[in-house]
C-alpha cells in the first residue's frame, strides 16, 4: 500500500514538474523579450521539460508493473492508452520548440544582438500553450482510472 503510495506521489510530482517547466518555457517566450540570457534559460528548461517527460514516463511504467492494480488492469484500459497517447502528442509538439530554439541559439552565436521575429516568438508561444492544453486532459483520465472507468 505504501509502495503504490509513494509510485503515485512520483508520477504527480513528475507530473506537475512537467507542468512547471513548461510554464516557465511559456511565460519566458515573449516577443521582444528573448535575448542571448533568456534563450539560454529556454534551453535549459527545455532540457528539464524533457527530463519531466522521461520522469512521467518511467513513474507511470513503474505504475503500471509495480502498483496494486497491476498490469493485467491497467494494460486493458482505454484510459491508460489515451494518457499515454496525449503524452506522445506532448513530446512531439515539444521537438518542433526544441529544434526552433537550437536554430535561435545557433543565429544568435553567429551574429550579435540577434533575435527571433515577432512572428516567430508568437508562434512559439502559440505551440507552448497548445501543448498545455493537451496536459490539462491527461489529469482528467488519470482521476477517472483511479475512481474505476475504463
Not at 521539460?49 to 505504475?63: H, K, Q, T
Not at 493485467?72 to 520548440?97: D, E, G, I, R, T
Not at 529544434?99 to 505551440?127: F, I, K, N, Y
Request: net charge positive; proline share 3%.
Amino acid at each position: 500500500m505504501l509502495t503504490d503510495a509513494l509510485l503515485l506521489y512520483a508520477h504527480l510530482s513528475a507530473m506537475l514538474g512537467l507542468a512547471v517547466f513548461l510554464t516557465a518555457k511559456t511565460s519566458l517566450t515573449r516577443a521582444g523579450a528573448i535575448d542571448a540570457l533568456v534563450l539560454a534559460r529556454l534551453r535549459r528548461l527545455d532540457i528539464w521539460v524533457w527530463g519531466s517527460f522521461a520522469a512521467v514516463l518511467l513513474s507511470g511504467l513503474a505504475l503500471v508493473f509495480l502498483g496494486i492494480k497491476g498490469a493485467p488492469w491497467l494494460l486493458h484500459n482505454p484510459l491508460l492508452w489515451a494518457k499515454v497517447l496525449l503524452l506522445a502528442l506532448m513530446a512531439a509538439m515539444s521537438w518542433p520548440s526544441s529544434r526552433r530554439l537550437a536554430d535561435w541559439a545557433q543565429h544568435c552565436a553567429q551574429h550579435d544582438r540577434w533575435a527571433p521575429s515577432t512572428d516567430e516568438v508568437t508562434q512559439e508561444r502559440r505551440w507552448l500553450m497548445a501543448q498545455s492544453h493537451v496536459m490539462v486532459v491527461i489529469p482528467l483520465l488519470a482521476t477517472l482510472m483511479s475512481h474505476g472507468f475504463g
